[in-house]
């Protein structure tokens, strides 16, 4: 099955400063890479995803970019604000493979230093 | 309009008693699937329906959790004998899955499930 690989699991930047997660994955024929919020005790929230037809997407100060050959994507937040503290999970899934659901990494505490 | 639901939002219980969660998805959504996080940890996927079947039980972790669910809407998940280590926050989540395409998945609140 379905492996992903988060990195790293803490980290910590200036306010204004930009962020950058990175996840592998280990399934080929996995083709759609979602990234979540997660707020303390808040249930996950999509912010943004990428499917393997498309290398990169950006959506205000996000952006997911995918290296389908190395297997692996990155969440890359710009102009970090406080509000941006929580945790991030990246996940991995085969479209039309509902059955196999997404298949998450640990995920990464995102601190924003005042 | 309403997100997916879940009740209760917090369950304490006794070694060896058995539990029932309940998920309401987004009205409409075809597929429904529970994940568990435990404390610190990823979301692990449990079991995913599509409508009123699910085509494959293996991400259960044992034999004592199972689910259903009825009318293509509620879920539940139920889990007999519970043990300590079935402690952890049971996420639920649906999406619309279009034809052969797997929509965002929206996610309920969670139930925190604690054995003592």
């Known amino acids: 099955g379905e492996n992903v690989e988060q990195h790293p699991s803490t980290l910590s930047v200036q306010e204004g400063d930009s962020a950058v997660i990175k996840c592998t994955y280990s399934d080929s024929a996995s083709n759609y890479f979602p990234w979540y919020k997660q707020e303390l005790g808040k249930r996950p929230q999509l912010i943004i995803d990428?499917?393997?037809?498309?290398g990169e997407k950006k959506d205000q100060r996000i952006a997911v970019t995918l290296n389908k050959t190395a297997k692996h994507f990155s969440l890359h937040i710009t102009e970090t604000q406080p509000e941006d503290s929580a945790v991030y999970f990246c996940?991995?899934?085969?479209?039309?493979?509902?059955?196999?659901?997404?298949?998450f990494g640990k995920g990464t505490h995102l601190i924003i230093q005042p | 309009g309403a997100g997916v639901s879940q009740s209760p939002s917090n369950k304490v219980t006794e070694k060896g008693k058995d539990v029932e969660l309940r998920c309401d998805p987004i009205s409409g959504h075809t597929a429904l699937y529970w994940y568990r996080q435990s404390l610190g940890q990823g979301l692990e996927f449990l079991i995913y329906f599509q409508g009123n079947s699910a085509p494959d039980k293996s991400g259960l972790p044992s034999d004592r959790f199972s689910a259903e669910r009825t009318g293509g809407s509620v879920s539940t998940l139920t889990i007999q004998r519970t043990q300590q280590e079935d402690s952890a926050v049971y996420l639920c989540?649906?999406?619309?899955?279009?034809?052969?395409?797997?929509?965002?998945?929206?996610f309920g609140p969670g139930t925190r499930l604690t054995v003592l």
């Open positions: 990428i499917r393997s037809n498309v």
């Open positions: 996940a991995a899934s085969i479209l039309g493979g509902g059955a196999d659901g997404l298949t």
């Open positions: 989540a649906s999406s619309a899955q279009t034809q052969r395409l797997s929509d965002t998945q929206y």
